[in-house]
């Protein structure tokens, strides 16, 4: 990672570390932002669920005390006592109309009527009149007092005396109903006298359980939160929403009221009047995203910020980094030669300072190659042409095209040929004008040459030349692969006599254009090896032969053509042979670029 950042533009570095130092002090101030509101959210969120529960449990009172309003009027309503202590009930249960005629029943149903909830309403008188038995839902009740008096519920009632007894009752047969149409929330309690002393009947009075789920339902915070309703014996009267069933029965066994139970929010409110107990359970992780998404907002606007904030930082990096590209350009446009290079100094800071440098540098470089490379590379020229002088050129061509008529009028066509093959020779070694030739050219001096040496040795020297067509055209220094071939035939077979082969190959390969010289003449050990790179200079123009010096030359000439950049190898093994290796760039200008391992 560090190594990916240094090796970023000058201009991602500037929005790099800006962002690297703004970013930490915002996300700061968002993050003590966040968790004082994130906290405050919390605190309302709660108190606003305590408010929810609160206001269900009102409501659930309203409607529950509208059942327990028309049970009192019931139960104290002197009409109907009347009724349930008459001490002849068979006079009564002659009149099939007795609670129509002796009882207010008339208000009783407007009053069910306005309630809009009540669908069942049952009187069981305790002295043998004819129960009241009112059904608006086709529910039917059970007609008999005793069938009533059996059931456990009745049991039940008896232990409140006279106080009331909330319960949910679902379809079908049961305790209270012989047939229900609907499920219910019904109200139990015992009829007394006025004195409290004496029981006189059985009241009854259902209402639609739908009322009220409604009324859950429509007060759950969120919909993933769940609501249930229990009386004052625990049972359950009414459920809204998600229940999670284990957390409701571990809540009711160990009767806890704290808010916090497992991976829920408990929120509860009871209820003086009625009894009842509301449970709210919301998941915690329901509140968290609530408060997520508060946060979201903030994030957003911090998010739209720093992406903002790049233009400006990129035009300010810009400011910086332009005059540094310049710069780098024209260190570029250097690198390939050009010495005309100049960069504009606008400003007097550290980048100001450095493109004057650069100038002054490129001036001083300019004048030291002027004084320097330049007299070298004179001097190589110079070498090269005291190569080509050491056979005086000056009455060889006149004398060789003589030499070549007399021949031909002779008849003798082969020693014709040599002499036209020897004048070639001549004229391409000692031709003056440029030191670049094609790899052609330089293909015609070896077979010439080697043409003559044939003439020479006859049988005993063979030779063969390959060159790929692609490289023919190429340019490359005068005489770098006939030094090497004429070393191969004087010291590899001269001095020996032997049979011997000389090879010479050229191809293209990848990003290099390779030359190999091979023979298998007398080799050299590892100290004649050495001595090649070893000439000394005052032995450089010593004798005719072309030996060490003319290798040590064409190296040197490469060095000042290609920098360094060509391999130039020799291997050679005593008694088997010698094999010269020359790499050089296939594109001069880019070759320069091959990497050490790719000459190798």
């Not at 906290?39 to 709660?46: L, P, S």
């Not at 139960?75 to 009149?95: F, G, M, T, V």
């Not at 408990?266 to 609530?290: A, F, L, N, P």
């Not at 010479?504 to 023979?519: A, C, S, Y």
Request: glycine fraction near 6%.
């Amino acid at each position: 990672m560090r190594q990916k950042i240094r090796n970023m533009n000058i201009r991602r570095k500037l929005v790099f570390y800006s962002y690297l130092i703004i970013t930490p002090i915002l996300l700061l101030i968002s993050s003590v932002m966040f968790v004082r509101n994130y906290r405050k959210n919390v605190k309302d969120e709660q108190e606003q669920y305590r408010k929810s529960v609160e206001n269900l449990s009102e409501g659930l009172d309203t409607m529950l005390n509208g059942i327990a309003e028309l049970g009192t009027y019931i139960c104290i309503n002197q009409d109907i006592l009347d009724i349930l202590a008459e001490q002849n009930p068979a006079e009564l249960n002659s009149d099939s109309q007795l609670w129509i005629h002796e009882a207010p029943m008339r208000t009783i149903e407007d009053m069910i009527a306005l309630s809009g909830q009540i669908k069942t309403l049952a009187i069981y008188p305790e002295n043998g009149v004819k129960p009241y038995l009112r059904c608006m839902d086709a529910t039917a009740y059970l007609n008999s007092v005793d069938l009533v008096q059996a059931q456990e519920i009745y049991q039940a009632v008896q232990e409140k005396r006279g106080k009331m007894l909330f319960q949910s009752v679902g379809k079908g047969s049961g305790d209270t109903y012989q047939a229900n149409r609907t499920e219910k929330i019904v109200m139990y309690r015992e009829i007394y006298n006025l004195s409290k002393t004496k029981p006189l009947g059985y009241l009854v009075i259902g209402a639609d359980k739908q009322k009220y789920t409604q009324l859950c339902e429509n007060s759950l915070p969120i919909k993933s939160a769940g609501i249930v309703v229990v009386n004052e014996e625990g049972m359950e009267l009414v459920r809204a929403g998600n229940v999670d069933e284990d957390v409701f029965e571990g809540v009711m066994a160990e009767n806890r009221t704290l808010q916090n139970f497992e991976d829920y929010f408990i929120y509860t409110c009871k209820s003086e009047e009625t009894g009842t107990t509301v449970y709210e359970m919301i998941h915690k992780d329901d509140v968290r995203s609530q408060i997520w998404d508060i946060a979201a907002g903030p994030l957003a606007l911090l998010a739209g910020f720093l992406l903002g904030l790049y233009p400006i930082l990129a035009l300010v990096s810009d400011i910086v980094s332009k005059p540094l590209k310049k710069l780098c350009v024209a260190m570029e446009s250097f690198e390939q030669g050009d010495f005309s290079q100049k960069v504009e100094v606008t400003t007097g800071d550290e980048v100001g300072e450095a493109a004057a440098c650069f100038n002054q540098m490129v001036e001083a470089i300019h004048e030291l190659i002027n004084n320097n490379y330049v007299m070298a590379l004179r001097e190589k020229e110079s070498e090269l042409n005291a190569l080509q002088a050491q056979i005086n050129p000056h009455f060889l061509y006149n004398t060789l095209d003589s030499l070549y008529w007399q021949a031909v009028n002779e008849g003798n066509e082969e020693i014709a040929d040599d002499i036209i093959a020897l004048s070639n020779l001549f004229r391409l070694v000692l031709g003056q004008g440029s030191g670049i030739i094609s790899v052609e050219n330089e293909k015609s001096l070896v077979e010439q040459y080697l043409h003559l040496q044939k003439m020479r040795f006859s049988d005993n020297l063979e030779y063969r030349i390959e060159m790929s067509d692609e490289i023919l055209e190429k340019k490359i220094p005068k005489l770098i692969l006939q030094p090497f071939v004429e070393n191969a035939v004087v010291h590899g077979y001269e001095k020996t006599g032997d049979r011997c082969t000389v090879s010479v190959l050229g191809r293209h390969e990848g990003e290099w254009l390779i030359f190999q010289i091979k023979d298998d003449g007398i080799g050299m050990n590892e100290t004649q090896l050495k001595e090649i790179w070893e000439v000394p200079d005052e032995k450089r123009y010593a004798g005719q032969r072309i030996g060490r010096y003319a290798i040590r030359n064409v190296k040197e000439r490469l060095d000042l053509m290609y920098h360094s950049n060509f391999v130039l190898d020799i291997e050679s093994e005593r008694g088997k042979g010698t094999c010269v290796t020359v790499k050089i760039p296939w594109d001069p200008v880019s070759g320069k670029n091959v990497s050490e391992e790719n000459r190798s």
